[in-house]
């Protein structure tokens, strides 16, 4: 009984790489309304109500990009109106929202994916590759959040100083230069002192070793291989035409025959493993909590 950030991250790296990719190459609309609607709802079943903010950021940013290319494009032979001259079509309308759809579907995902795969996740991945570049790519990661955390720390001690002032945009920008200044200084001391450490503890020296083995379950091949058949199966519709949808000049698409069909259902069921995955795993413990 395992949730899906538990599980492989080579499962869950190929699964995310499986549905974004799908989302990405292809403009398909039901396809993009269902790659939005999963991401969303795996978002939601991971955090809860929590990170509102994100959501009314995501939903503006879904507004400029869907308002955007009926703005700047005016290709298409439906006009709905005029504005300063310039028409507003139907087909740009439609294809900005089929756009923004994919765009933001796509954030979500690699929001979920980067809450998901955490820096150790990705050395083991990588490790196999490029050791060197996997820890290059994991430390990188971890210089994030200490980049904010500093930064923080340094702007508050420059207030308590009385050194760092907001009052006029003069006195904003060169508490910030000096604030960025001392930030890039801390960082290179910090690399070198990393540097000495993993020196002095031998890093080089042996092969390197992993604080967890990752291993493979029954539920991480079945994930894999669920991932790969559907992702196979929508490829299929999506490479031999029959989920095709063309918006200029004119909206134009064909009804989806067995095969059609199959691909839409086949990536609808993609973009609810993780959710069903959540689902049963609560229902699972809730159960066993009542057993007590």
Known sequence: MRRFS?????????????VTGIAMFSSYPPLMIV????GVLFFIVRNGSSHMRSHLFFLLLFI?????????????????????DNPITL???LYGLNSAAMIIGVLYW????????TSEKLLYITGALSPKLSLVLSMALRYVPLFSKQSKKIKDSQTAMGLFSDDNII???????RIFSILITWALENGITTADSMTARGYGVCRRTQLKRFTFRRGDILLLVTSLLLTAITAAALSLGKLDFSFYPAVRYSAPDALGICG????????LLPVIIETEVS??????LSRI
């Not at 400029?64 to 300063?84: D, E």
């Open 6 to 18: 538990e599980l492989n991250p080579l499962a869950a790296t190929v699964y995310f790489f499986c």
């Open 35 to 38: 790659a939005l609607l999963g």
């Open 64 to 84: 400029i990009l869907a308002a955007a290319n009926p703005l700047m494009s005016h290709n298409g032979i439906t006009v709905l109106f005029v504005m300063n």
């Open 91 to 93: 087909e740009a309308t």
């Open 110 to 117: 690699f929001r979920s994916f980067t809450q998901i795969m």
């Open 171 to 177: 006195d904003d920008i060169r508490g910030r230069m």
């Open 264 to 271: 839409i259902a086949a990536y609808s069921a993609l973009v």
């Open 283 to 288: 229902l699972k413990w809730k159960y066993l």
